[in-house]
T-cell receptor, first 115, second 114 residues
Framework: NAGVTQTPKFRVLKTGQSMTLLCAQD?????MYWYRQDPGMGLRLIHY???????AKGEVPDGYNVSRLKKQNFLLGLESAAPSQTSVYFC??????????????FGPGTRLLVL | AQKVTQAQTEISVVEKEDVTLDCVYETRDTTYYLFWYKQPPSGELVFLIRRNSFDEQNEISGRYSWNFQKSTSSFNFTITASQVVDSAVYFCALSDTGRRALTFGSGTRLQVQP
């Protein structure tokens, strides 16, 4: 049981390049999230998904796209990277049962540097 | 809109001291969940506790304890007899009933000196 995994762990991009970050979970969770963490700040929600085939915007969605074609995977895409997207990206997943929210489990993070 | 405030940016203590990390939140939801996560220097986020808005009982887990007070919208975290391994950034977070996503505070960096 690996929990939440993220690929890659670290990446350097040049401005204008594109890339996809992959998140995978093996806990059969319905909800998945992408957050970014910038120095001195807490995590901020980029996009989220409440189930396979669904996605929605969070607080800071500009410049990112996501897809959830399979329940266990949640992809975050940067079409044209900008230096402002230099950050640490965390994926998370959780199970929801009615009013009850279970713990949100996080992946190890992807450190992205855009030059 | 939801908000989580961790007013203490950085705290430095000497080993074996007790330390309390403050967390104040704002929400219009009547049902919500509060969380604490630890982020050690290695960077991963480690879950510490989850508490729902209907359960105001304080909780103790080893050297860790949490004080939830709905009347003051606070969910404070105390480490008793701190150790060097407690050095980390600690985040308080609040979930919403819609997206079920977390709103994080800006974190408190705790440094425990030997």
């Amino acid at each position: 049981n690996a929990g939440v995994t993220q690929t890659p762990k670290f990446r350097v991009l040049k401005t204008g390049q594109s890339m996809t970050l992959l998140c995978a979970q093996d806990m059969n969770h319905e909800y998945m999230y992408w957050y970014r963490q910038d120095p001195g700040m807490g995590l901020r929600l980029i996009h989220y998904s409440v189930g396979e085939g669904t996605t929605a915007k969070g607080e800071v969605p500009d410049g990112y796209n996501v897809s959830r074609l399979k329940k266990q995977n949640f992809l975050l895409g940067l079409e044209s990277a900008a230096p402002s997207q230099t950050s640490v990206y965390f994926c998370a997943s959780s199970q929801i049962a009615g009013e009850i929210q279970e713990t949100q489990y996080f992946g190890p993070g992807t450190r992205l540097l855009v030059l | 809109a939801q908000k989580v405030t961790q007013a203490q940016t950085e705290i430095s203590v000497v080993e074996k001291e007790d330390v309390t990390l403050d967390c104040v939140y704002e929400t219009r939801d009547t049902t919500y969940y509060l969380f604490w996560y630890k982020q050690p220097p290695s960077g991963e986020l480690v879950f510490l506790i989850r508490r729902n808005s209907f359960d105001e009982q304080n909780e103790i887990s080893g050297r860790y304890s949490w004080n939830f007070q709905k009347s003051t919208s606070s969910f404070n975290f105390t480490i008793t007899a701190s150790q060097v391994v407690d050095s980390a950034v600690y985040f308080c977070a609040l979930s919403d009933t819609g997206r079920r996503a977390l709103t994080f505070g800006s974190g408190t960096r705790l440094q425990v000196q030997p």
